[in-house]
């Protein structure tokens, strides 16, 4: 069968690309190796979010008393939790086959593998070929390669969405987004959690006043935060609690607990793929690729998690439309430099553009304005005063590059940023945009009137 664009991988970057090319007029043929909306609909993204908003409302029933509620009775029905998570993604999932259907892709319920440069192959043996070819396979859950490691007892994320139960006590390796958002998630609904952090921060990607912040606010919350701490050993005991060994300050310690997280990070997902007989260039950290998306094979391109140039699900989304108008040579003004990220704890930190420590990087002279959510009107209404805005300037030419929060709403916050940052905004021109009141984005506007 012979299509215009074949897709391998049916995550976001793979579906949406492959919509965007049949509204294009293109025949579209997309490989569903496992379940279409890849890790971030069914194992990542939506079903964490789910959680997440679950334990922001578990919070707010704990601290009852700050709306003047002293008198009910909460129980937590961790079944309902789960089934609602399954619920949402099952609505969503079945949305996309229904897109899809309707575009006329041709979807194909098997993994794929090159037979050359041009031919795909499905599990059966059936041949698919095309003149451009788009790998998006997206990742894997990495490992510490440890003692231990590979003890039943070592969930995944894929692993900890699917239990039954909230863990008396949960030891996370990891403190980057996957590892917080779980340490906030399951701290929220009565687990006491311990992360152990190799890094001096947790949150490594993000401005270390966000990050430091957040520790903060989260040890407050009962999360012990362990950071410039190496696992060693993983092991069981005879009441088969799990001990794991780490180091810190050259010291050898141990943390016990019923349940284990190992979120040290994903890796490219590659294995399978025959790229060898298309003659693609890869590694275990992914297929490289230029700034259009291709490969070193004409033809053949890699968007999302495989090409590991930056693993967030939108990137994957917006690279699979810069493949595609490469493939029909047309021009996008997307800038990659400018991506939102969030990370979904309680309360979720976003940022977009530079931290103040890449800046000082690049010999960049800054400014810097900072805003509290403690005098933000909308924040105590909602009671979530605790939060930071740090916005960050060029001092040569008053463009601003960075924005950085941690409070209520920051992740949206973050698009806003991205948005003024797209549109050369510099700290003179936004004092003429017009904030509503009362809102949290006016977190923004004291941070700007702060800058020097």
Known sequence: MHSDLIIIGAGPGGYETALAAAGRGMTVTLFNGDRLGGTCLNEGCIPTKCLCRNAEVVSLFKEGETFGIDDFTFTLDYNKVVERKDAVVSQLREGIASMLSKAKVNVVESKGSFKDSKTVVDKEGNEYTADNIIIATGSTSRSLPIEGHDLDCVKDSTDMLSIDYVPESLTIIGGGVIGMEFASIFSSLGSKVTVIEFMKQILPPFDSDIAKRLKQ?????????????????????????IVVTYESKGKEEQVVSSDLLMAVGRAPRVDGLNLEAAGVEYSNRGIPVDDFMRTNVPGIYAIGDVNARMMLAHVASFQGIRALNTIQTKTDNIDFSLVPSAVFTVPECGMAGLTEEQCKAQGMEIKIGQGFYRANGKALAMAEPDGLCKLIFNKENDRLVGVHIMGAQAADLAQQGVDLMNAGATSESMKSVIFGHPTVSEVILSALHAVK
């Open 217 to 241: 606010t989260l040890t407050k919350k009962g999360i012990k935060i362990i950071t410039s701490a190496a696992a060693k050993k993983i092991e069981q005991n005879e009441d088969y609690e």
